[in-house]
């Protein structure tokens, strides 16, 4: 099973959660691509025009190698970057997993994931199965 992890690293508890989300899905023996560890390291300057189209050519191109996407949704903070990967799986039949880290959901988020779960779900999650858990939580 091939994965795509979205998630936004840019704070302290972000870091956290992405690195243990890397975890349980390596340790399960999946072959995962996590944006953080496969940064695009470019003679172009970060932040240039040129670092940012292969960046992004090079997130594409492994969402559209991934079985699923597995995306870590804090809620109502929603970084823009990881709702667009997980916008462009649902837009080619790419399942995703939302892994819910916030108090909340925006309904464009939990409608358009295959399942909704906590972290402490994802150790157990049957990927091979994939059924289809709904949202429940509080919603906008």
């Known amino acids: ?10 704070t302290d508890e972000e870091l956290k959660n992405v690195k ?6 390596t340790s ?9 560890l496969n940064e695009v390291r470019s003679e172009e ?4 025009a040129a670092w940012s189209k292969e960046t992004f050519m090079n997130d594409k ?7 699923v996407v597995v995306m870590l949704y804090y ?10 990967e997980c916008g462009y799986a649902f837009g080619t039949n790419t399942p995703v997993l939302a892994v ?16 909704n779960i906590s972290m402490d779900d994802l150790a157990s ?8 858990l709904p949202y429940s939580g509080k919603m906008f």
């Open 1 to 10: 099973m091939k994965i795509y992890l979205a998630s936004p690293f840019f």
């Open 20 to 25: 243990k989300a890397e975890e349980i899905l």
């Open 28 to 36: 399960r023996g999946f072959d995962v691509f996590s944006p953080r």
């Open 100 to 115: 819910h880290l916030g108090e909340d959901s925006n309904l464009m988020i939990h409608e358009g994931c295959h399942s």
């Open 45 to 48: 300057n970060i932040g240039s």
């Open 75 to 84: 809620g109502g903070y929603s970084d823009s970057g990881t709702a667009w």
């Open 61 to 67: 191109r492994f969402i559209d190698w991934a079985d």
């Open 125 to 132: 999650y049957d990927f091979t199965k994939m059924p289809h």
